[in-house]
Nanobody
Framework: QVQLVESGGGLVQAGGSLRLSCAAS????????MGWFRQAPGKEREFVAV????????AYADAVKGRFTVSRDNAKNSGYLQMNSLRPEATAVYSC????????????????????WGQGTQVTVPV
């Protein structure tokens, strides 16, 4: 059982930046692809970004492309989401998740593709 703990959320003004972290409890973190999702009140969980096991490949939702950057440090069993030029619509609970499945098509956009989830961290961007 891998435990994931997110941190780095908070209140930030529109146009500002935040860096979220995802710490894994296991050294096997490097065996998993890592994704970030967000869920706003009253809305479904939404794919944000994903990074491959080695960190060589990544993908983003169109809504965040060019402003968010996903990264990882397998030596530290940690992943990150750098969020720049934040907008009010980014307000949500952000969660990291990991998957040991084979990367194919766009399955990584589906929450069900992931095996372990963190509890999430709140990001608030006031209007």
């Amino acid at each position: 059982q891998v435990q994931l703990v997110e941190s780095g959320g908070g209140l930030v003004q529109a146009g500002g930046s935040l860096r979220l972290s995802c710490a894994a409890s296991e050294r096997t973190f490097s065996n998993y692809h890592m994704g970030w999702f967000r869920q706003a009140p009253g809305k479904e969980r939404e794919f944000v970004a994903v990074i491959s096991r080695s960190g060589v490949w990544s993908a983003y939702a169109d809504a965040v492309k060019g402003r968010f950057t996903v990264s990882r440090d397998n030596a530290k069993n940690s992943g990150y989401l750098q969020m720049n030029s934040l907008r009010p619509e980014a307000t949500a609970v952000y969660s990291c998740a990991i998957s040991s499945s084979v990367l194919r098509s766009d399955y990584f956009r589906r929450p069900t593709w992931y095996e372990y989830w963190g509890q999430g961290t709140q990001v608030t961007v006031p209007v």
